[in-house]
C-alpha cells in the first residue's frame, strides 16, 4: 500500500491546465485570452493589431460618409474599398485571436507531458 502511494504521487511543481473554454470567453476582449494564458506580449499586440483595424476602418468610413455624391467619385470609392478592407482584417485578427487562444490553451502543459515521457523512457 505504502508502495502505491508513492508511485500515484503527483508532482506538486506541475501547473493546472488551462481550461479552453475560458481561454476563448476571455478573448472576446482582444488579448484577453492571451493574458489568461500568460502570454503578456501576444496579448498586447492582439489588442493593438485589433484596435488599429478598427480605427482604420471607422476612418475610412467616417470618410467615405462624408464624401459628397455629387463630386468626384474615385475618393469615395477609394474609402468604401479601403473600408470594407479593414472589416475583414478586423475579423480576421479576431478569429485568430480567438483560435490562438484555443489552442495555446490546450498546449499549455504539453512541455510538462514532453519532460513527463523523458523521465520515463530513462
Known amino acids: 500500500m505504502l508502495m502505491t502511494a508513492f508511485v500515484s504521487a503527483q508532482d506538486s511543481t506541475a501547473t493546472a491546465p488551462k481550461s479552453p473554454r475560458k481561454a476563448v470567453v476571455y478573448s472576446i476582449i482582444p488579448g484577453g485570452g492571451q493574458l489568461y494564458n ?47 478592407k479593414y472589416a475583414w482584417y478586423s475579423a480576421f485578427v479576431y478569429i485568430y485571436n480567438l483560435a490562438d487562444a484555443l489552442v495555446d490553451s490546450h498546449l499549455s502543459d504539453f512541455d510538462e507531458k514532453n519532460e513527463k515521457v523523458d523521465k520515463t523512457q530513462n
Open 38 to 84: 500568460g502570454k503578456k506580449i501576444k496579448a498586447a499586440l492582439m489588442f493593438g493589431a485589433q484596435f488599429w483595424m478598427l480605427y482604420q476602418f471607422q476612418t475610412n468610413r467616417s470618410s467615405y460618409n462624408s464624401w459628397d455624391d455629387g463630386s468626384y467619385t474615385k475618393p469615395r470609392e477609394y474609402y468604401r474599398n479601403n473600408r470594407n
